[in-house]
């Protein structure tokens, strides 16, 4: 229940393969397709990043700066094209916030320094109009009702950056009654397409909200994480993220020291000269000041909009860092945000330090130029093994499993495929494209997907007429053996000949007999079923001197799994197995007598069947 999600993105990335399929003559695969279109769509980013930031501070030299600082961001590009619903929401993300946000003209906050605006800026950053502004509510609310920790980064930014410009609260609501309509029809939609979908309203933010923050079952489930993790990963391990933020520290710093400076050394010469000539100092002057040579003020040494982004930059991050359970997929839209505001720190230091633009212009070549080189030198590569640190669980090598997998569903004689590998760490059927059986790995089990228990529907995005798709699910099984029952794994391999293709890591322990390997991508090996009559006979031999289990506590452990699962027979079986190893081991006991209970309410005409088997327990009573 709590894995429901909206269908809206799922839906977009089945049109892209949909599309895939009618042009059979590009030989797009459904994986493929589906990565080159979110690819597409998260790199958008960078020009949503520009507009956003355009809006607030309106100066190109830091709209273009920011978009710069995200194209070349290392956890940027390796997040939007491995985090998905992340990544692919961020560009409609913050083009919505632009789009509705409009900042008052010629205020203070909007000079940088001797930042100048465009002369047509004007009707730019004055008001907008209602009609987009509606539109970018409706693209807000979607994104939100997608992703609902979205409503926390747009509150905030949108408060942080809006509200200290406003004159009152009706003028507030005035501006945003457009986008809140617009953010209403999105809820509305969002929440008519789950209706659609599993016959509720509102069910996928409400079960978001009931894992996450109600129970908060991500901490239960997968751990919770120090203080200092989010520093660590961002800061610390990321040479890119460190260089930008030394360079906005070390610029923000000379801004601050080098007047205090000059300052403290004109008054030490004026006393100790005693004269009426003084250090002449020269600050550059705002564009309010221009006129006004008798009144030159230093510029501040951070900007309105930069104390202000840099407000909800702490608000934000203290909320996660809060969280018990941290990714750093959870501070996607934060690192955008970050890259804006040292954006308007480095271009509006700068400004004011340096009065000459070509000075200014080559300093900021020179430094693109040292963030491009980090990024090249420093980004994650599969030769040296540095991509390992990215993945999920170390899981670097799904690239070579998918490969393999599509190998196997190259092949025509591919019955059935076992797969020593997490299945949701690869593309599964999305790669293979054969309907064949596939054994895989869920967590520390070996789990079978046959084609008896799996549902064929009608499919509703094909432009080829009717026609059916075999679903497979995690929790209609034919199999089930744990980490620790390897070898009934292997017994199962042997009795089920249709598995005929293996895919299993280099130097793992395997049938010396009946395999032999055809191809190798890395550290994956692709093994194929043997037809010699000798090798059969040889794994029958084999197959007969393998025990059910290994032990008793094994045996019941995966009996609770598969009775979770549905499958009866197989866990009376497991626990016979285990009391004939212990025969006084009382919760198998227990166990097995409720199962007997249970069929014999739901099925009382076959209860006969179970007569014979009831354990000794039922006459502890």
């Not at 929401?89 to 008052?104: C, H, Q, R, T, V």
């Not at 300052?263 to 004026?270: D, E, V």
Request: glycine share 6%; with cysteine; hydrophobic share 45%.
């Amino acid at each position: 229940m709590y894995a429901m999600r909206s269908f809206m993105y799922p839906r977009f990335l089945a049109m892209i393969m949909m599309v895939a399929e009618q042009g059979g003559r590009l030989q797009i695969g459904p994986l493929q397709a589906a990565r080159i279109g979110h690819t597409i769509v998260s790199s958008l980013l960078p020009s949503a990043t520009y507009r956003l930031t355009w809006k607030l501070y309106g100066c190109d030299d830091v709209a273009n700066m920011a978009a710069i600082l995200v194209a070349l961001s290392d956890h940027l590009t390796i997040l939007g094209t491995h985090t998905l619903i992340n990544s692919f929401l961020s560009p409609f993300f913050f083009l919505g916030i632009a789009g509705i946000i409009s900042l008052k003209k010629n205020t203070p906050e909007r000079h940088l320094g001797s930042i100048k605006l465009h002369t047509d800026s004007h009707k730019e950053l004055g008001s907008v109009s209602n009609f987009p502004k509606l539109v970018w509510g409706v693209v807000l609310g979607l994104v939100c009702y997608i992703r609902v920790d979205a409503c926390l980064f747009f509150g905030v930014i949108v408060m942080s950056t809006t509200l200290p410009l406003q004159s009152n609260l009706t003028t507030l609501l005035g501006r945003f009654a457009w986008s809140g309509m617009g953010m209403l029809v999105g809820f509305t939609l969002g929440a008519l397409d789950d209706y659609l979908c599993y016959g509720y309203w509102f069910i996928s933010p409400i079960q978001w909200a009931k894992f996450n923050l109600f129970n908060d079952y991500t901490t239960l489930i997968f751990g919770e994480e120090d203080a200092m993790f989010y520093v660590r990963h961002l800061f610390i391990d990321s040479a890119f993220l460190s260089l930008v933020t030394a360079s906005s520290v070390m610029m923000l710093t000379s801004l601050t020291v080098l007047p205090t400076c000059a300052r403290g050394w004109s008054r030490l010469s004026a006393f100790f000269s005693r004269g009426k000539s003084h250090l002449h100092v020269e600050v550059i002057p705002g564009p309010d000041h221009r006129n006004n040579a008798k009144t030159q003020t230093a510029a501040p040494v951070l900007s309105g909009m930069s104390l202000r982004l840099l407000t909800a930059l702490a608000l934000l991050f203290s909320f996660y860092v809060a969280k018990g359970h941290k990714e750093v997929r959870f501070l996607h839209n934060w690192i955008v945000l970050f890259f804006v505001f040292c954006s308007g720190c480095l271009v509006s230091s700068l400004k004011s330090v340096l009065r000459n633009r070509t000075a200014r212009r080559y300093l900021l070549y020179y430094l693109v130029g040292v963030l491009a080189t980090t990024t090249c030198v420093t980004f994650p590569s599969l030769e040296d093994g540095s991509v390992k640190s990215w993945a999920f669980g170390n899981h670097g090598d799904s690239g070579e499993v998918n490969r393999a997998l599509s190998f196997i569903g190259r092949q025509r004689d591919t019955t059935g495929v076992f797969l020593d590998y997490p299945v949701y760490m690869t593309g599964g059927h999305s790669v293979l494209r054969r309907d064949v059986p596939i054994i895989g790995k869920v967590q520390h089990e070996y789990r079978e997907w046959s084609q008896k228990e799996r549902t064929r529907l009608p499919s509703t995005l094909t432009l080829a007429g009717r026609a059916e798709v075999s679903v497979a699910s995690f929790s209609k099984v034919a199999f089930l053996a744990s980490e620790k029952n390897w070898l009934l794994l292997i017994r199962r391999l042997i009795d089920r000949p249709v598995y005929n293709y293996a895919v299993v890591p280099e130097g793992k322990t395997f049938l010396r007999t009946g395999f032999s390997m055809v191809k190798r991508f890395e550290s994956v090996v692709v093994l194929r079923r043997n037809d010699s009559a000798e090798e059969n006979a040889a794994l029958q031999t084999l197959r007969r001197k393998i025990p059910i289990g290994p032990n008793a506590s094994v045996l019941e452990g995966e009996a609770r799994t598969l009775l979770t699962l549905g499958r009866v027979d197989m866990a009376v079986e497991r626990l016979q197995a285990a009391l004939d190893m212990e025969p006084t081991r009382t919760s198998a006991q227990w166990l097995l007598q409720s199962v007997f209970k249970a069929e014999k309410r739901k099925q009382p005409t076959e209860s006969s069947k179970f007569k014979d088997q009831t354990p000794p327990c039922s006459r502890l009573r």
